[in-house]
């Protein structure tokens, strides 16, 4: 292995380190826990060391964010896989989303509530904030009968956007979450009307 293949792979691994405790940290303390200094001291790096990879705590938690994205479009893709009808499809995209939002509620923050500078639908949009949306576009795809697709995706990830949200600071009836569900779906499923 060349000198500067292994210098690659190493600066590769403790970019991915600092990430990965940032992260991890922000599950055990929340995100006002996560700042260089205290990255430094975890990971037994110099703080000029973490400004070798970032720009600074906003630039690290941007890097978490990307990588929820990441995580996020692969559990749409298997919501998408595992529907057999427009119903199905749907209900497996909420649940899937919201399942997501709520497992990782310190990872959703930077990714829909922090801000990091990501913007969706721009030319220079990271590659993980696209691949999101085209998954849950292809869900979408299938129930669109006639309605403009692009838009009727932004509506339904606003939607369960807001339910997340409304949901995680306890603001709507825990009781009624599989009825808000069963709406959601018949409301996203039924055809165009004129």
């Excluded at 590769?12 to 001291?41: C, F, K, M, P, Y």
């Excluded at 599989?178 to 709406?183: D, F, G, K």
């Excluded at 018949?186 to 165009?192: F, L, S």
Aim: a negative charge; aromatic letters at 8%; one cysteine or more.
């Amino acid at each position: 292995m060349t000198v500067d293949r292994r210098r690659a792979r190493e600066l590769a691994q403790r970019r991915s380190l600092i990430i990965s405790t940032a992260r991890s940290l922000a599950e055990s303390e929340g995100w006002d826990a996560v700042t260089t200094r205290r990255l430094a001291d975890i990971i037994e790096y110099s703080q000029p060391v973490l400004y070798k990879h970032f720009d600074g705590k906003n630039d690290i938690v941007r890097a978490v964010a990307i990588e929820g994205f990441t995580e996020l479009a692969a559990v749409l893709h298997e919501a998408g896989k595992a529907a057999t009808t427009p119903v199905t499809a749907v209900r497996a995209l909420a649940e899937s989303y919201i399942g997501f939002a709520t497992a990782n509620p310190r990872l959703y923050e930077p990714m829909f509530s922090m801000p990091v500078g990501l913007a969706f639908a721009q030319p220079d949009s990271p590659q993980p904030l696209v691949d999101s949306f085209t998954e849950l576009r292809a869900v979408v795809d299938v129930v669109a009968d006639g309605r403009y697709v692009d838009t009727l995706s932004e509506l339904i990830w606003g939607t369960l956007h807001g339910l997340v949200v409304l949901g995680q600071s306890g603001r709507l009836r825990p009781d009624y979450a599989e009825e808000r569900l069963a709406q959601f779906v018949e409301q996203m499923t039924c055809p165009a009307r004129s």
